[in-house]
């Protein structure tokens, strides 16, 4: 017997609708240009200093271009995409299709895997659109291909956890605005209030922040990838005898005393990136070279297992009924999820960190 794959209808007829007329391409254009407005304001920020006399390196410049640009585009996503897949299914309620959509022969797996994938599409398209705008860093330089492809890496899995909570929040509710709504909150406390708790523990605490306030947040995973392209000291280190109110301006990235680059509030989004350094230090006259600690290969683990749990309790929540009875896609789900997990042991040391 032959295999024949056959296409999913749901994201021939998502993809259908969605493309239909200009609205689709009227906001990926509105989104270009906007992503491109933001560039122009970070190269004019970026080389501020010319006026004045200063000398500006042209890696600064890549550098900051390439920091904005990917904070701009993974806050972005994170609002775009809850917006985009809370409607799955709570939209189909809503218009008193749901019922005529479960009586079909599609099982609840396709049915889901369909809607995700159909509203995904779309934000995987504004993200691969946005690349070529993002390639102008390379041309003032600082800025290499593994840099851009662990910020691209981020991104997408950032957009498919997110995909995941907006799906879920739709099968959980019966209206799409309290399914967004949902989603937004669950997305603002793991973005801003994880990382306020992370600037209140280092301003309280003499030590490291804990990963339980870095790894799930996406914006510390991307300060991660770009603290590398930075130094916290003029020639890379901490030099010593410095008083230590005046070396804090420095570290990292400061625009006081020096830093790769001039990111506004950078500061604040690299907070518990670089490793901790007791203050007596500064004082012991040798040199204090702090590392940059990888939080993004941790957060990428835990997006890629939220977003399986997610997708899977979405599952039961989209049967018509006896929704919490073992099937099929349960069973294909627990070998997916044991694999990951089996996966992620097995390169334990790539991803985990000391908390």
Known sequence: MALRLEANPIIVKELRSRMRGGRAFALLTGFLLGLGVVAYGLYLFASRGERYGAVILSSQIGQTLFA???????????????????????GERERLTYEMLIATPLRPSRLLWGKLVSALSYVFLIIIAAVPLGSIVFIFGGITLRDVLKALAIILMTALATGALGIFTSALTRRTAR???????????????????????????????????????????????????????????????????????????????????????????????????????????????PSVRPIWRTTLVIEWLVALALFWLALHLVRPRRIWRPGREDLIMAILMTSSLLVAGLWRGWWSLPS
């Open 179 to 289: 399914a967004a709504v949902i989603a937004y909150l669950i997305t603002a406390v793991v973005i801003v209030g994880l990382l306020f708790g992370a600037v209140l523990w280092q301003a309280r605490e003499a030590k490291e922040v804990p990963m339980a306030l870095l790894a799930p947040n996406p914006v510390s995973a991307m300060a991660s990838t770009i603290a590398v392209l930075t130094s916290p000291g003029p020639q890379g280190f901490i030099e010593p005898g410095i008083m230590i109110e005046r070396v804090m301006p420095i570290f990292p990235g400061g625009s006081v005393y020096g830093g790769s680059f001039d990111l506004p509030g950078w500061n604040i989004l690299s907070t518990g990136v670089w490793t901790h350094i007791p203050p007596d230090q500064f004082m012991n006259g040798g040199m204090v070279v």
């Open 68 to 90: 904005g640009l990917a904070f701009t585009l993974l806050l972005l996503i994170c609002i775009i995409t809850p917006a985009v897949t809370a409607g799955a299914i709570s």
